[in-house]
């Protein structure tokens, strides 16, 4: 009993020990005392602190108080990916997805390799990674790994949408769109217009103008029009000017009666937070 004890003692001190060390680093990290984070952390990496290896690799990836080293910056992200450590598994992803040629003045010292990116991004996009994800939707729907695969990037698009990933949002319900499956983009993209996504409100209010996949109302048009032309949009975003754009154009079409309804829709849908409306 008493061995047993001693050995939890031992843990929870070490535990506690490895938990101070690695927030000494990340309090010097966020001071941009990077020498000391990297003093405080290299440790640990060594020891096999998944974070921690993650953290020196996005050192070295990155040149903070090191000489960027992308074999350093590999070596690190493999460690931790292994543990299962998903951030690195979708670096390591985005490392083979861009190659060499990576950013301008950016290589990331592997070889281009779309079938690697996807071994790694599934690894991460498999605990939820949002950004992983997306890659994984982007790489097949453009066919990166053979012919276009519809139904992965379907799944993974909404999976990334679900999570309130907005370029998958959008590129969800283009799919469908861009086939002339109109019913279908209007369904994706209800959802996301009731979750406050400006861009789906605008291509909402562009779905009744031009009765795709609903019947057209113009009435209902202004009035997503309108409800995106004034959100609180988050970014750089023309979504706004757009939907003015719109609304305004509808509004010559209109009688004054209809832009009122379509006004009062407005303001009812935006205090039911997007729901039920139109």
Known sequence: MKNILYTIILSFLFSSSVFADFQAGMDAYLADDNATAYKEWKPLAEQGHAEAQYRIGRMYENGD???QDYNEVMKWFRLAAAQGHAEAQYR?????SRGDTGYIHEPFGVTQDFKEAVKWYRLAAEQGHVGAQYSLGLIYDAGKVGLPQNSEAVKWYRLAAEQGHEEAQHNLV?????KGDY???Y??????????????QYNLGLMYARGEGVIEDDVIAHMWFNIAANCVCKGVTNVVENAKKGRDALAQKMTPEQITKAQKLADECIKKDYKDCG
């Open 92 to 96: 390591i992803g985005r490392m083979y």
């Open 187 to 200: 369904k994706e993209l209800k959802p996301f217009a009731e979750q406050g996504n400006e861009e789906a």
């Open 183 to 185: 019913a279908t983009a």
């Open 174 to 178: 283009l799919m469908y769109a861009l």
């Open 65 to 67: 108080g090191v000489t």
